[in-house]
């Protein structure tokens, strides 16, 4: 529960407070804003000595990837002052990306603890565009307003017609009545949908929308980084609930993509997109997988 606490607790300062979170990172001299990541390291140390399992190597993984990572950060900060471009943004999205998808680091930790990768590899990233790089137009702010439940409901409603024909037509959805009383489907509907937003959800659209399809912006235009930033979306779940590549999860989740890409867009906002894509999952976990 420690370890839990100290791995929320910067994606969590970063969401609901953002100017303080990243006010209070610049505030630090330059050696200690680059090496503090390293304390990210500590809930591995936890986790792995109670479990049994410590290994120098893994710790050496999770001090040393978050200070690479704000280091990569610096100099893209610098390269974005002196217009030299915007490569390293796109080396750190490259390894953080592929590290959670294709479960590099997760043999560190128990079979039931694997999230815990995917947090700290988040908060690698947050520290990294949020407190060094100050990447503006993220939106990473969670302080839901009306408009961005507004705008997530509606690319939900948008996305719901053609999600359930192509779903239904392929074969890949699969409705299910759900037979409890109206109250306890409302409560599993809300314990879903608030799992989701959190642990799925805002992890997902931060990377894909505040900093991947924001920074394609820059280079190729709205519409190219929507559809691209879809693209990759739907290739991240190649290998989701089976063990070869599964085309129809692509498909929906490609598609689906394009409407958490325009939810965001619309304000700059992540909590709409956070919105339709807590929506969708929890939709698709309780009535149609």
């Known amino acids: 529960m420690v370890a839990a606490l ?30 503090s990541p390293a304390l990210l390291c500590v809930p591995y140390v936890l986790v792995s000595l109670s479990a049994g399992a410590f290994h120098w190597g893994w710790f050496a993984l999770y001090a040393t990837l978050p200070v690479v990572v704000a280091t990569v950060s ?4 610098l390269r974005q002052r ?3 471009g915007c490569w390293p943004e796109f080396l750190i999205l490259a390894t953080l990306g592929l590290a959670v ?5 997760e043999g560190a930790w128990p079979a039931h603890l694997t999230a815990f990768n995917k947090v700290l590899l988040l908060d690698a990233g947050i520290y990294g565009f949020v407190a060094v790089r100050n990447l503006d137009g993220t939106g990473f702010d969670l302080r839901l307003r009306l408009r961005d439940i507004a705008t997530g409901l509606r690319e939900f409603v948008l996305y719901l017609p053609l999600a359930l024909a192509l779903g239904l037509g392929l074969g890949f959805l699969h409705p299910h009545p759900f037979g ?8 599993r509907f809300a314990g879903a949908w608030i799992f989701t937003f959190f642990l ?14 924001n920074l394609l912006e820059r280079r190729v235009g709205r519409w190219p980084a929507l559809v691209t930033t879809a693209v990759l979306f739907g ?7 089976t063990a070869h590549f599964n085309w129809r999860y692509v498909v929906l989740a490609a598609i689906a993509g394009v409407f958490y890409g325009r939810a965001w867009r619309r304000d700059r906002r992540l909590a709409a997109s956070v919105v339709t894509h807590a929506t969708v999952d929890s939709v698709w976990s309780l009535w149609l997988r």
């Not at 610096?74 to 900060?77: G, H, Q, T």
């Not at 998808?101 to 680091?105: A, G, H, K, P």
């Not at 409890?180 to 409560?187: E, K, R």
């Not at 799925?200 to 991947?212: K, N």
């Open 6 to 35: 100290l791995a929320l607790l910067p994606y969590l300062a970063a969401g609901f407070f953002p100017a303080r979170a990243a006010g209070c990172a610049r505030a630090l001299p330059m050696w200690a804003r680059l090496l």
């Open 74 to 77: 610096e100099l893209a900060a």
């Open 235 to 241: 290739l991240s779940h190649f290998n989701k609930r």
């Open 101 to 105: 998808d294709l479960r590099w680091f």
């Open 200 to 213: 799925i959800a805002v992890p997902e659209e931060l990377f894909f929308r505040g900093w991947l399809q």
């Open 180 to 187: 409890s009383a109206p109250w306890t489907v409302l409560m």
């Open 82 to 84: 002196s217009r030299l």
